[in-house]
């Protein structure tokens, strides 16, 4: 099992940036892959980005593209996502979430494991 904690939000402004971070703790952490998804009000829960479990694939959703970066720390049991260029409609609750098969895959029923979520509010 992984219990995974987010830290790292906070109200910016258009054009900051920001580092999510998610801490885990637990066993097996480098086996998993890591995303992050987000939820503004009133709509669904949406993938981000995911790296998979050896740190060699990335994938994001094409509006963070070239502006967000995920990467993670293996030793520390830890993984990264840095917001640049943030924009009003990447306000939202973000989620870092664990899936056991260590495939960089961006379905949400595969995530086991799902921190409790960080405030990311992008003002314009």
């Known amino acids: 099992q992984l219990q995974l904690v987010e830290s790292g939000g906070g109200l910016v402004q258009a054009g900051d940036s920001l580092r999510l971070t998610c801490s885990a703790s637990?066993?097996?952490?480098?086996?998993?892959?890591m995303a992050w998804f987000r939820q503004a009000p009133g709509k669904d829960r949406e993938f981000v980005a995911v790296i998979n479990w050896s740190g060699e694939i990335t994938d994001y959703t094409d509006s963070v593209k070239g502006r967000f970066t995920i990467s993670r720390d293996d030793a520390k049991s830890t993984t990264f996502l840095q917001m640049k260029g943030l924009k009003p409609e990447d306000t939202g609750v973000y989620y870092c979430a664990a899936n056991g098969r260590g495939s960089a895959v961006s379905q949400l029923y595969v995530y086991d494991y799902w921190g409790p979520g960080t405030q990311v509010t992008v003002s314009s």
């Open positions: 637990g066993r097996a952490f480098s086996t998993y892959a």
